[in-house]
């Protein structure tokens, strides 16, 4: 067997081989780390006030009356108008540029639609009813994002429109089959459904050139629909103890007259447990747009720099939202704009954008003309499209 050579290691007076090469190498010269990129945070303010926009707000009421109606869209051009003019992000306003005759147009088709249903039902011609009804369910998702593209093409924050280029298909997926497969399955289905359509709408929402994302997930929107309905049991067990109770008393009364006393106890009980429900659904579902609300502002991307954080609690825009009511039942509609404005300022207030790159950075985008039909069904029909 023969023996492997032993290489002989180089002397303190002879140079190796690679020690010869290694001496004619560059030294590489230390590298640092990248600076971390600066977060900037702008606070959304609220400018409005009650005394203004109630100027604003009898004015609009006033000719929309006198004009049977026409004035609608103008009127509610300059309702976005003032809301816009006074939303401010570091230092720039919002703008609504709307064009109300196209709105008028829109408003004129959906209201002949709607007059025609109404009137068939109420003449039971349902060979008429029953069509205009399927033609609303079937056009409801186009409608959606009809909706969304006239409000963000005529939405600007420092000279630039935003955009919306949701298509037809995932409008149909996120507002078609999410809302049948959402009425079928409920608690269980819902959910999923609200996932979709706030996905549909960030995702497909444009600044300049700067593309939306949601960053969320569906369980959080669970956690939402099982709160809201835990509430909603316990609340429903305190109001229908009492009102058992009363009915039982009521009914235990008088022997002689129980059958009268027991049919009037058993009238109110239902009355006061029907009032009782639309109530606590009001309350329950102004909770679940107040917390979804906040979740996607705390999941909303704007081109990979641009994020949104929201502060304000849910069951404190519920409390507002139902000391408003009251306010506005109790005065006949005149503490409508406070109400409005009030609203706006905390949920605006509560709203903070963060960007690791001036917001001066975007490239405009061309953003063309859109059709005001959809903006028209939405608001006429009341049809929630913003989250």
């Known amino acids: 067997m023969t023996d492997l050579p032993v290489p002989r290691p180089a002397d303190d007076h002879t140079e190796s081989t690679y020690g010869r090469h290694a001496a004619l190498l560059p030294v590489p010269e230390p590298t640092s780390a990248p600076a971390p990129a600066t977060v900037t945070e702008y606070p959304v303010s609220f400018t409005g006030q009650p005394g203004e926009y109630f100027r604003i707000w009898i004015v609009n009421l006033a000719l929309t009356v006198v004009t049977l109606g026409i004035y609608l869209p103008w009127a509610r051009v300059r309702t976005q108008q003032y809301f816009y003019g006074h939303t ?157 109770a009363v009915v039982v008393g009521r009914s235990a009364l008088d022997a002689g007259s129980i059958d009268d006393l027991g049919s009037a106890a058993v009238i109110t009980g239902v009355i006061v447990a029907y009032v009782a429900f639309i109530l606590l659904y009001t309350v329950l579902w102004q909770y679940v747009r107040a917390a979804i609300m906040g979740y996607v502002l705390n999941h909303a991307e704007l081109g990979g720099v641009v994020r949104t954080r929201a502060t304000f609690r849910p069951w404190r825009l519920v409390w507002i939202g139902v000391t408003n009511a009251l306010a506005v039942a109790f005065t006949l509609g005149l503490a409508t704009p406070w109400a409005a404005i009030r609203r706006t300022r905390y949920i605006l207030e509560g709203i903070h954008v963060r960007a690791i790159a001036p917001l001066d950075d975007f490239a405009a985008g061309v953003s063309g003309p859109q059709s005001a039909l959809g903006e028209a069904a939405t608001e006429l029909l009341d049809i929630q499209v913003g989250f």
């Open 88 to 244: 401010w992000v570091d230092r720039q306003n919002f703008e609504y540029r709307a064009n109300p005759l196209a709105l008028l147009r829109g408003y004129v088709l959906v209201g002949v639609l709607f007059l025609g249903y109404t009137l068939a039902s109420q003449f039971e011609y349902y060979w008429i009813a029953v069509p205009l009804l399927l033609l609303y369910v079937v056009l409801y998702p186009w409608m959606v994002r009809q909706s969304l593209r006239f409000r963000a093409a005529n939405t600007l924050h420092r000279g630039l429109r935003f955009g919306f280029q949701g298509t037809t298909r995932d409008a149909y997926v996120a507002y078609g089959a999410a809302n049948i497969l959402g009425a079928i399955g409920g608690i269980f289905a819902l959910p999923w459904a609200w996932f979709m359509q706030r996905r549909y709408q960030l995702d497909h929402l444009e600044y300049g050139t700067a593309r939306g994302h949601f960053r969320g997930d569906v369980a959080p929107f669970y956690i939402i629909a099982v709160t809201a309905v835990g509430v909603g049991i316990g609340l429903g067990i305190v109001v229908a103890l009492p009102v058992m």
